[in-house]
């Protein structure tokens, strides 16, 4: 899963990437101090890979990951070439998610590029930008459309479904899958289109309005629910002044100082959470004295394509899948005990993958 963190400059964008990967991206309080992507891959935290090890007493752990793509601040004019413009909306292009990050807290040290915190503004300066790039996109692809509706009929019907897009992006609105069929928004996807990809919107706030939302909090989360319909959005608070201190834990200090904060979990957490729900992904595990690893693949992936995750040969020769609940596993207490009481099952090719499952593949090539 590739997610780029977008948003205008000094929202603290780059400050929640450094918390969320520690990857040390340059933190500065002027636009345009992130100029390249940086990039940061972290590891999925996952409980159950600690205890499986246990019990497995295997010799490595490999949990699957997630790269975050910090992408520089963009600014009102970007799809026209202000500021770095269409270079970082490029990069966007190329991620399977988005975060937005918003600005929702007062700081007389830290400037603002509009000159006034607005949460509202900064919002649609973004959104503009993107759909503006999109419908240029958008454009170009309705001309090659119509060029190739001359032989191939289908390209009509293509053409009447970018047109119905067109419209709705016109309204300053990101279109959703609930708007279309299954076979147009299938058709829609090719067009690599920055406003079709899930957002996980982030209010930045401070410290003191974690718990309680404050008003520029409730004025986005309602803009948020106005202008995006359909499943691919969603939105939660962070403060990145608190993801830095947290960052620097280890595990157990983590847990203590998000205790002490009354914190459930923290903003990493919540960012991978969320982001694996809106892109509808699921992990499944492997198990065994050599390794444990968790895989991620999306949800309805049939056992024959998650194999493939692991390696072609294995999806090209599958035979069946072992799999065992992650759950019934660790009742059993063992994998021998989970075999003696019949809840490891034998999947074949029409298996769907569930979270959790614990999977051995069978295959011959």
Not at 96 to 124: M, Q, S, T, Y
Request: glycine share 6%.
């Amino acid at each position: 899963m590739k997610i780029g963190i977008v948003g205008l400059p000094n929202v603290g964008k780059s400050t929640i990437f450094n918390a969320l990967t520690k990857a040390g991206a340059e933190s500065a309080n002027y636009p345009f101090c992130t100029i390249d992507p940086n990039i940061g891959v972290v590891a999925v935290p996952d409980f159950r890979l600690a205890v499986l090890e246990k019990m497995y007493n295997s010799k490595k752990v490999i949990p699957t990951s997630i790269e975050f793509v910090d992408i520089a601040g963009l600014v009102r004019g970007a799809s026209k070439g202000e500021g770095l413009g269409n270079k970082f909306l490029s990069h966007i292009r190329e991620v399977d998610a988005i975060v937005h990050v918003v600005r929702c807290f007062e700081d007389d040290n830290v400037v603002h590029v509009e000159g006034k915190i607005d949460p509202i503004d900064d919002l649609e300066t973004i959104n503009m930008e993107l759909i503006f790039a999109d419908l240029e996109m958008l454009d170009r692809r309705i001309e090659k459309n119509k060029k190739l509706a001359k032989t191939n009929p289908q390209e009509k019907a293509n053409i009447e479904v970018a047109m119905r897009l067109r419209e709705i992006l016109e309204t300053g609105k990101m279109p959703n899958d609930d708007e279309f069929s299954a076979d147009e928004w299938e058709f829609i996807q090719t067009i690599q289109l920055i406003s079709i990809k899930p957002v996980l919107y982030i209010a930045n706030v401070s410290e003191d309005d974690l718990h309680e939302d404050n008003e520029m909090v409730t004025r986005l989360k309602a803009t948020v629910l106005e202008n995006h319909s359909g499943n691919h959005k969603d939105i939660i608070k962070i403060s990145a002044k608190i993801e830095e201190e947290i960052a620097q834990f280890d595990d157990a200090e983590k847990a203590e100082f998000l205790s002490d904060m009354g914190l459930a979990e923290s903003g990493l957490d919540q960012v991978i959470r969320t982001g694996y729900k809106l892109l509808g992904l699921i992990t499944f595990l492997t198990a065994g004295p050599q390794e444990i690893r968790a895989w991620t693949v999306t949800d309805g992936t049939k056992a024959p394509q998650a194999a493939g995750k692991i390696h072609s040969d294995i999806e090209r020769g599958f035979i069946r899948a072992e799999i065992t609940s992650y759950d019934q596993l660790i009742e059993a207490g063992s994998e021998v005990k989970a075999k003696e009481s019949g809840v490891t099952r034998v999947e074949g090719k029409d298996y769907v993958m569930k979270d959790g499952d614990v999977t051995f593949f069978r295959f011959n090539v």
